[in-house]
């Protein structure tokens, strides 16, 4: 589960029954029968009215969204669209997000415009007895004004509200899951149902005939490279490993290689999400990565390129390498690149960096071959909102942080934990990896004889 779920342990029923009545007659022993669809529904209905302050009506003939798994989707989406807040000391102002398929709930636009009462979200529905049902939940919950419901067509894109030409940061999604009504009943067969959907979703709901949830993801990879970065990340949940490897060779063939993806394990389930963009903003690997998977994984080989890039330098004391840093950073600094000091993160006790760069100054055939340069001058960039060096109106070429992080390295044995010190650099924007990964390189070489 995601680390800021706040349903990491089972609800107390109980409790939740006392703030939501018609959920008492459902409780026994302080359980639920999670196979009692009614049952299902009030405890969805019953965790959004105390938790979110939302009244619910679940239909019995629609899928019923549990919420904790919903809302690890929820979180990551805010990871993405925050990755980047605390160094670039801004938060994203009037967030606009797109949920396509949101179904009788509209679980993903309520979840999101609770949490982000900024944000403002689309949600399209293509099943008329769905898209009547969000309408109702919506307005019966005024939230009209953060959240505008659109029908959508067969005939049309799956994608269709960025055809208005307004900039979204997101977009989401959890498509409908098989390809055929064969597929439903031979996965039941095995069991490997995702859990409670079999029993409630319409076809409309849990089929997309033209391959399933690849198929349908697939379609919106396709439609992604019309609109670019009109919308800044595009995202799906997938219920299937193989529907992973397909969308990300999807993604590799046609050259879309700013990716991430991510995995929610709840109990025996496991889930995945993808994200991809056109725009050269990158996440960290602690969003854009499953950390815990090892090399001989499927996913491994497929887990998008490295976006932090951590230089240990072991024996070193962490006040001693800040210096280290700072002092490296300033030398560059003379040659055309600007690194800021931003106050510490929480958990750390030494400032970040924020790094721009117009060009590579700093390797040797840069330093041989220059040319004069063109008067510095300093002015706001319009991407990060940031002052920066720059020759020209363009935007910095690299844009990068750069810290000192202390990690515990346990070597085995409880007594032989130790901590080692650590630069880590963090790729925040711009097109060529190289140009980052040079600079990460220059920086660490020019670090270590300053600590001899
Ligand atoms: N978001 C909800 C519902 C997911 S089920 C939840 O997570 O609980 C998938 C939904 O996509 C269904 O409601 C289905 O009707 C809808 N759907 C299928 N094809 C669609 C399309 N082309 N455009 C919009 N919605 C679609």
Not at 356 to 372: C, H, I
């Amino acid at each position: 589960m995601h680390p800021r779920n706040r349903y990491r342990n089972v609800p107390d029923f109980i409790a939740l029954a006392e703030s939501y009545e018609p959920l008492r007659p459902y409780v026994t022993d302080s359980r639920i029968d999670f196979k009692d669809a009614e049952a299902q529904r009030r405890l969805t209905e019953a965790i959004m009215f105390r938790d979110f302050g939302i009244t619910l009506h679940i239909p019995l003939n629609r899928l019923c969204p549990p919420i904790p798994n919903r809302l690890n989707y929820v979180l990551w989406i805010q990871d993405i669209v925050h990755a980047h807040s605390s160094v670039l000391k801004s938060h994203p102002q009037a967030v606009r997000g797109i949920d396509i398929g949101t179904g009788a709930s509209a679980i993903y636009p309520f979840l999101i415009c609770k949490t982000e009462p900024g944000w403002k979200m689309v949600a399209t529905e293509i099943d008329e007895e769905s898209h009547s049902f969000a309408q109702k939940n919506i307005s019966g919950n005024d939230m009209q004004s953060q959240i505008t419901l659109s029908k959508a067509s067969a005939s049309g894109r799956i994608l269709f509200p960025l055809e208005d030409n307004v900039r979204f940061e997101f977009s989401m999604c959890n498509p409908p899951f098989y390809g055929s009504a064969q597929e439903v009943a031979d996965l039941a067969k095995e069991k490997e149902l995702p859990p409670n959907a079999i029993c409630t979703g319409a076809d409309i709901e849990m089929i997309y005939p033209d391959g399933g949830e690849a198929g349908f993801v697939g379609r919106m990879v396709e439609e992604s490279e019309q609109f670019l970065t009109q919308c800044k990340w595009y995202t799906s949940m997938l219920g299937k490993m193989s529907s992973v490897l397909a969308i990300i060779e999807l993604l590799r063939k046609r050259t879309i290689t700013n990716y991430a993806i991510t995995e929610f394990v709840q109990g025996q389930t496991r889930r995945w999400a993808v994200a991809w963009s056109f725009s050269d903003t990158h996440l960290p690997d602690s969003i854009a990565r499953i950390s815990s998977i090892p090399p001989s994984h499927a996913l491994y080989p497929v887990l998008p390129p490295r976006n932090t890039l951590t230089q240990p330098f072991p024996g070193c004391m962490p006040a001693r390498l800040y210096e280290a840093l700072a002092e490296t950073l300033r030398t560059i600094e003379a040659d055309g690149v600007l690194a800021t000091e931003v106050a510490p993160r929480a958990g750390s006790h030494h400032p970040s960096f924020f790094i721009e760069a117009q060009a590579n100054t700093w390797s040797r055939s840069a330093r041989r071959s220059r040319r004069p340069r063109a008067e510095m001058q300093l002015q706001p960039d319009s991407h990060t909102g940031n002052t920066v060096a720059s020759a020209g109106k363009t935007n910095p070429s690299l844009t990068c942080s750069a810290r000192v992080i202390i990690q515990e390295t346990d070597a085995g044995s409880p007594t032989a934990a130790t901590s080692t010190c650590s630069v880590e650099f963090q790729w925040i924007y711009g097109k060529e990896r190289a140009l980052f990964e040079s600079f990460v390189s220059h920086v660490n070489r020019k670090i270590a004889p300053k600590l001899k």
